[in-house]
């Protein structure tokens, strides 16, 4: 829907349900631009200034901030009120010396998490798909719609292909450079990022992959006990421990 500026608008009413909105914001709400990541599964910058941080009190002055260059993603300038914040994402406040990151949450969906500045230099990205690309090279396809060439010395030697779907990369940002990759195999720690169990974390126990109709699963030990999931939830988070910080768990 839009409003007579020409502006992306949605009324208040249809917007996803992890979206936090105080009834007080009005009628509309700024629909997120198209971007890396899923419209229906993100959070507008300009929600997250006025909204979740609590900022400022309404949509001009978050336009205005978000205009003059205050806030960046993943290391880089943002001026896009729209723009589409999500999934491990890193949201960077400087002259606030503020930190987030963006993680999935069993009562919001999404959540912005306040880490460290030492932690706001990487991030977790997954790998969706991965192609072949000239000259034998490999170029990987990350979930939050980024592209990394992966240079091979030689194609003929599988040794060199180290890099498959679901593994994660640990990645410096805004560089772009590959620090470690967390193998998407048993016992390493994982978050599930969707379905009625988002939000938790747990060491991977097994993993059944079908071909056909029915639906590849994982099993995540959490709190005692076994959580499946359908394979294509689950984000490999670490080996032993977390390379993220994550909210502490209420007891």
Same mark, same amino acid.
């Given at each position: /829907? ?24 009005? +009628? ?10 899923? $419209? ?17 009190? *309404?949509?001009?002055?978050?336009? +205005?901030?978000? %205009? ?7 290391? +880089? ?31 919001? %969906? ?8 030492? =932690? ?11 192609? $072949?690309?000239?000259? %034998? ?7 939050? @719609?980024? &592209? ?11 040794? =060199?292909?180290?890099? *498959?779907? /679901?593994?994660?990369?640990?990645? $410096?940002?805004?560089?772009? =450079?590959? &620090? ?5 195999? =048993? ?8 379905? +009625? ?8 126990? *097994?993993?059944?992959?079908?071909? @056909? ?9 959490? *709190? @005692? @006990? ?11 988070? %670490? ?11 209420? $007891?």
């Amino acid at each position: /829907m839009t409003r007579h500026s020409g502006q992306k608008v949605l009324k208040r009413l249809n917007t996803p349900a992890h979206l936090q909105i105080k009834r007080k914001h009005g +009628k509309f709400f700024v629909n997120p631009s198209p971007g890396p990541h899923p $419209s229906r599964f993100c959070l507008p910058l300009l929600h997250i200034v006025r909204d979740l941080l609590n900022i400022v009190d *309404n949509h001009r002055e978050a336009k +205005k901030l978000i %205009g003059l260059g205050y806030f960046k993603v993943d290391g +880089k300038i943002i001026r896009n009120k729209a723009f589409p914040v999500g999934l491990m994402d890193v949201l960077s406040i400087e002259k606030m010396s503020k930190h987030y990151r963006i993680l999935p949450d069993s009562h919001y %969906g999404l959540i912005l998490h306040e880490i460290s500045e030492q =932690e706001s230099a990487f991030k977790l990205c997954r790998i969706n798909r991965k192609t $072949s690309v000239k000259g %034998g090279n490999i170029q990987l396809n990350l979930h939050d @719609g980024r &592209n990394i060439l992966v240079k091979v010395q030689d194609p003929r030697n599988p040794k =060199e292909d180290i890099y *498959n779907r /679901m593994d994660v990369l640990k990645i $410096s940002i805004p560089e772009q =450079e590959i &620090n470690k990759i967390l193998k998407f195999k =048993e016992n390493n720690l994982a978050i599930i990022m969707s379905g +009625k169990n988002i939000g938790q974390v747990g060491k991977i126990i *097994n993993i059944l992959k079908r071909f @056909g109709p029915k639906a590849s699963t994982v099993s995540i030990q959490h *709190n @005692g @006990g076994h959580t499946e999931t359908l394979y294509d939830y689950t984000f490999i988070i %670490g080996e032993d421990n977390s390379e993220i910080d994550l909210p502490k768990v209420e $007891s």
